[in-house]
Structures are given as structure tokens and as C-alpha cells.
């Protein structure tokens, strides 16, 4: 049996105040470094350093002997099972890129997942790797970019009007830890405008599809980490990376029968993204199983100098051990005793979704480890969750934003409207929602975990809200073959706990194997350009991200 989970010696309370100290500092300027946070120090760690993330990278647990049909097609790999073939030398980065290139040509005209294919500069990183030094599980792994993290000499648009132009001159810290990790950058996808809806134009017409009904435009595939979940889902990548603010890496994942990860806040850097609200911004990875989001996550997280969210936080714990199956006499069972809680009216109702809810629920109680707990709503639930406090975070949205406000809302496009919200509210009422919000944050961790260890969810702007982690997970299909998830959400830096059950589910189901047919084949077609519209320069763009 490993160490405990990190959830065991994490301080609840140092929590809080350290969900104070960001408040203050999003209203500061994001100049003030939060207070850290205590932890016992028995946990096994992955600390922040290049080389020891790449060790982390590169253990036994990362590695996974290929199924037969994955091994008969590069782009159906996992990104352990690719690992697994290429450290075998059965199987290489170019092999791999090549399938997904060909992928990418013959069917992302009809998916529009891309904003940008990089295939020149993926092929030259895919023979780099073949013949440089190995760095783990990720090493030649073909990834995607959300289109809102900097990409060194590559444009970053965050699909907007705003961004139509600009060309960082560094990568994204997020990004940067991918490449060094030996990860391949097949491309930029594409998003909701400014990470606000699912993925259209700039003007609003719709761009991005679902990848598992190509055909029809109306079925929602989740936003706003849009195309990043298209491209997983309809393999088109091995893995990829989004955001999360209110719900763009748990929606798209959940829509694409993904494994979405959304960290607790800070676990990884949101310096060199484009950004929406400074308090719940997450980066984090939408992937296949719990394994890839924990050799994902594993390369991400970490502290850096350039985000004040990302310092003092305990120390990356084996993410990848933790998704990794534990079995006694040849029986799944959880890493660690968990108690899952039920929130009131999860499984009522006939429809798809709550049966596949309850089918979920009956199946991990058979899991040895698991109990299930019925937990009630902390008080005033509702109202703290509601919209009159949650729809504070727009002023943070507008406030670095407001010189262009002033000057022509044309560049907002079609998101337009909700950042005049955040404009036209008062500092009172800022306040008044950021007091509500650690109200919120006390009687969650101090009510609600007092009965249980993580919590099912229907709708993850809670735990958005509170800058805790979540991670979502696919449970069935409707009877017209659309995906049906769920969400756990977990206590401050719980993600190994989260992963853990999530991998015993997993290794008992079969619903995150399954794969979306093909659409016909089309010419590739790159989602349309957004017309002339107010640019900003480079150095407005650093003013804005700084």
C-alpha cells in the first residue's frame, strides 16, 4: 500500500486564508504572493525541477502494455501505451506524429478542431526525439495546445479579434514543461471567443463539432477547451491541454467521453495564458484515461517564479501511482479507503443520464474501499452558488480589458456582453461576492467533508469557484450514442485521491475505451478567419498578461 493521499495533511484552514490572499490579490494587481500551505512531509514527491519531473515521468506505473487493437493503430494509443512502444522500440515519435498528421488531414475539415496544425515543426520535434535523450512517458507523445496558452513564435489568438495578430515571444509555462518533457506540439486549437462559450468565430458561428456527431452541428461538445477535446476525442491527438474558469475542461470532457483534470488552484502555472478571471483560472489536461491526465498533470505542475498562485503550495505527489490500478487476489480495489458522498437528487429521475448515474454509483459500491455517503448541502447552498455572487468574477474578467473596452467593443466579438457586466458592477459588489465565496469555501471544507472524502457533482462551478479540484469522467451513452459523464470534485491538492478512484472505476469499465466512428473524409479546412477588426500590439498584450 503507498503513502497516504495529500488530502490527509493538507490544513484546511491554510486553505482559506490562502483563498483570502488571492482575492486580495486579483484586486492588488496579482501582485500579492498568497501565504503557503502547511503538509506533513511523508508524502511521495515530484518536486518542480525539469530533471526531477522527467524521473517522475519515467517509472514503472507510466507504462502500459498496449491493447491489441491500439497496438494495431497508432493514433487508438494511450499515451502509456505508446510510451510503453516506443521505449520497446517498437514504435516511433515520427511513426506516431505521422498517424496523427494523416488523421488530422483526412477528417478535421469536417471536426474544425484546429486553429492551427503545426506539422512541419511537429515532424522536426517527432525526429529530434527519435534521436535525442529519453525523458519519460511523454517523450515523442503528440500533443494538442488550447489556443490561449503562449506558443513561442506561433500565434496564440485565443479565437478572438483582440489576439488576431499576436505572436508571443515565449511559451506558456504549461507549455514550455510539455516540450521539456519530450512532448510534441501538433497544433493550436480551436476555443469559445476569449474562452467564454463553446468553440465559434470571433462573430459567433459555429465552428468546432462534437466528435461523436460530426454531422450534427447542435449537439454540444463542451466548452471552451472545444477543440482540444474534438481532437483527443476523434484521435486526433494523443492528449491536449485547456483551461478551466467555469467548467471548459470538466463540460468538454464529459460531452467527448474524456478524462478531464481540473487542478486545485495554482497546482499548475497560469503564467503565459491569456486571461479570464485571475481567482479561477486552472490550466489542465483532457485525455483519455486517468493515467494519461496523471502523466499530463505530472509534466504540468509544479511552482513557478512567474505565477504568485503556484508558490508555497505542497509538493506533486506520485500522480501516476495513484491513477494506477490497485489489486488484491486478482480484485480491483481502491488505493486508499475513500468515502464518496452523494449530494441530494444526484440519481432522481428516468432519463439517460440519471440512469447511467445510477448505474455508476451501484458499480463503485462493489469496488472494495469505496462507501457511499448520502451528504446534504451545506447552507444557503443555492444562494452562495447562484448567480448573484457567482457572476462577480466578470468584473475580474473586464478590469485589465477596460482601455479597450472604452474604446470599440467590436474586438470582443460575440462575447461582448458579458464583459460589459463585469464592467458596470460595483466594487461593493465585488466585495461583497468575494466575502460570499470564502463563506462558501469555510462550509464546503468544514461541512460537507466532514462526512465525506470527494463529492459527486452535477454542475462543477462550485468547485470552480473555490479553486479545488475536479475531475471529470465518462459513465455511459445515451441511446443515440452521446457520451454521459459525471464529476468528482475533492478536497484542496486531492487530485492523487481523485485520480485514484477514478482509475479503479476505469479498470472496471470499459465506457472510456470506447471510440467515435469516423466522419467522411473532407478537405482540411481551418476554421474561418475572423474579419478586420481592433489588434492589439505585442506590448498591450504583455500589460494584459503580465
Request: glycine fraction near 8%; charge should be neutral.
Amino acid at each position: 500500500m503507498s503513502v497516504e493521499p495529500l488530502d490527509r495533511s493538507v490544513d484546511r484552514r491554510a486553505f482559506l486564508a490562502r483563498a483570502a490572499a488571492l482575492a486580495v490579490a486579483s484586486a492588488a494587481g496579482a501582485t500579492v504572493a498568497a501565504p503557503p500551505i502547511a503538509m506533513a512531509s511523508n508524502a511521495l514527491l515530484a518536486s518542480p525541477g525539469a530533471g526531477n519531473r522527467n524521473r517522475a515521468l519515467d517509472q514503472p506505473n507510466a507504462y502500459t502494455k498496449p491493447r491489441p487493437e491500439a497496438a494495431a493503430d497508432p493514433a487508438e494509443l494511450t499515451i502509456a501505451e505508446a510510451a510503453w512502444l516506443i521505449r520497446a522500440n517498437k514504435l516511433t515519435a515520427e511513426q506516431l506524429v505521422e498517424a496523427y498528421l494523416a488523421r488530422i488531414s483526412a477528417y478535421d475539415g469536417i471536426y474544425q478542431a484546429f486553429n492551427l496544425v503545426l506539422a512541419d515543426a511537429a515532424l522536426a520535434a517527432a525526429r529530434d526525439a527519435v534521436r535525442g535523450p529519453r525523458h519519460g512517458a511523454l517523450h515523442g507523445i503528440p500533443v494538442v495546445i488550447k489556443d490561449n496558452y503562449y506558443t513561442e513564435g506561433v500565434p496564440t489568438t485565443a479565437n478572438s479579434f483582440l489576439f488576431k495578430d499576436f505572436v508571443p515571444p515565449y511559451d506558456a509555462t504549461a507549455v514550455a514543461r510539455l516540450r521539456a518533457s519530450g512532448a510534441v506540439i501538433l497544433g493550436k486549437t480551436q476555443m469559445g471567443p476569449l474562452a467564454t462559450t463553446r468553440a465559434t468565430t470571433p462573430a459567433g458561428v459555429i465552428t468546432t463539432v462534437n466528435a461523436w456527431t460530426p454531422t450534427n452541428r447542435n449537439t454540444d461538445p463542451g466548452g471552451s477547451s472545444t477543440g482540444t477535446a474534438t481532437a483527443v476525442a476523434g484521435r486526433m491527438a494523443t492528449s491536449g491541454i485547456g483551461t478551466q474558469t467555469g467548467g471548459s475542461i470538466t463540460a468538454p470532457s464529459n460531452a467527448q467521453n474524456l478524462t478531464g483534470l481540473k487542478p486545485t488552484m495554482g497546482r499548475v502555472s497560469a503564467a503565459g495564458i491569456i486571461p479570464l478571471t485571475y481567482t479561477r483560472d486552472h490550466p489542465g489536461p483532457l485525455a483519455r484515461d486517468a493515467k494519461d491526465a496523471a502523466i499530463m498533470l505530472t509534466a504540468m505542475a509544479g511552482e513557478d517564479p512567474a505565477d504568485p498562485r503556484s508558490q508555497g503550495l505542497p509538493d506533486v505527489p506520485n500522480l501516476i501511482d495513484a491513477a494506477t490500478a490497485v489489486y488484491q487476489r486478482n480484485r480491483v480495489k481502491l488505493r486508499w479507503n475513500t468515502r464518496i458522498g452523494v449530494l441530494p437528487g444526484f440519481t432522481n429521475g428516468t432519463s439517460a443520464t440519471a440512469l447511467a448515474r445510477q448505474a455508476y454509483l451501484a458499480h463503485l459500491a462493489t469496488i472494495p474501499g469505496v462507501t457511499l455517503v448520502d451528504v446534504p448541502l451545506p447552507d444557503e447552498w443555492s444562494q452562495l452558488t447562484g448567480s448573484t455572487f457567482n457572476n462577480v468574477r466578470l468584473t475580474e474578467r473586464s478590469e485589465p480589458f477596460m482601455p479597450y473596452l472604452r474604446t470599440d467593443l467590436r474586438g470582443f466579438g460575440v462575447s461582448v456582453t458579458s464583459w460589459l457586466q463585469g464592467a458596470l458592477l460595483g466594487g461593493n459588489e465585488f466585495l461583497t461576492g468575494q466575502r460570499a465565496k470564502l463563506l462558501l469555501m469555510e462550509r464546503v471544507l468544514n461541512d460537507l467533508f466532514d462526512a465525506c472524502d470527494v463529492v459527486v457533482q452535477t454542475d462543477p462551478v462550485p468547485f470552480d469557484i473555490l479553486g479545488l479540484p475536479e475531475i471529470a469522467f465518462p459513465i455511459g451513452f445515451t441511446a443515440a450514442k452521446v457520451p454521459i459523464g459525471t464529476i468528482l470534485g475533492g478536497l484542496p491538492y486531492a487530485e492523487d485521491r481523485l485520480l485514484s478512484v477514478v482509475a479503479a472505476y476505469q479498470a472496471t469499465t470499459d465506457w472510456h475505451l470506447q471510440r467515435p466512428a469516423d466522419p467522411p473524409a473532407a478537405p482540411t479546412a481551418r476554421s474561418q478567419a475572423p474579419a478586420e477588426a481592433p489588434r492589439l500590439t505585442a506590448e498591450q498584450v504583455a500589460e494584459l498578461t503580465q
